[in-house]
Each structure stands twice: as C-alpha cells, then as structure tokens.
C-alpha cells in the first residue's frame, strides 16, 4: 500500500474549493437578503433573479424597485455578511499544508 500525494494534493483541491465557493455564495445571498430588507423591497423574487440569472442581474432587480443605484450599499452589506460569516464558520482561507 502506497500514500500518492498527487491525488491527497488533488482531494485537498476540490474540498478547499468548494468550500469557498459555498462561503461565497452564503455570503451574497446574505449581502443581498440584508439589502433587501433595507431597501423594503420582497426578497424571494430577488432570490429568484439571482438563481436564474446572476448576481448582476440581481442587482439591477433591486436598483429598479429602489429606484436608485444599489452598489455601494450591496458592497457594505457584503462586508457586512462575511465578518458574521467569519464569527459563526471562521476564517474561510485555505489551510495550508506547511
């Protein structure tokens, strides 16, 4: 029995990936779901925007009902999101090996 590092460095890969990648995505729809509810506006149907066509899109969903440029809001309810992130899970960044 033999230990292959190519494919444990591999493993490694794919996990710390998609972890961050599920960080992230927990931390926009976060972001947005704080927005949401400061802008008064229904989050579902955001939500939904965001599923079926992305971030910007989701984005533009929430400037509309506003009627006003959302952007620097969406960036501070982001930071927002992810220091809570951060508090409940901990640091997202990868551990290293060495």
Known sequence: MTFDLGKALLRKEE??????????????????????AELAVPVEPMLGVLAERGLGRALNHL??????????DYLR?????????IEERGDPSPVRLG
């Open 63 to 72: 400037a509309q009902l506003a009627g006003r440029d959302v952007e620097a």
């Open 15 to 36: 996990y710390e990936s998609a972890r961050l990648t599920e960080f992230e995505f927990a931390e926009m729809v976060r972001a947005l779901k704080a927005l949401a």
């Open 77 to 85: 309810c982001r930071a927002n999101a992810r220091a809570k992130l």
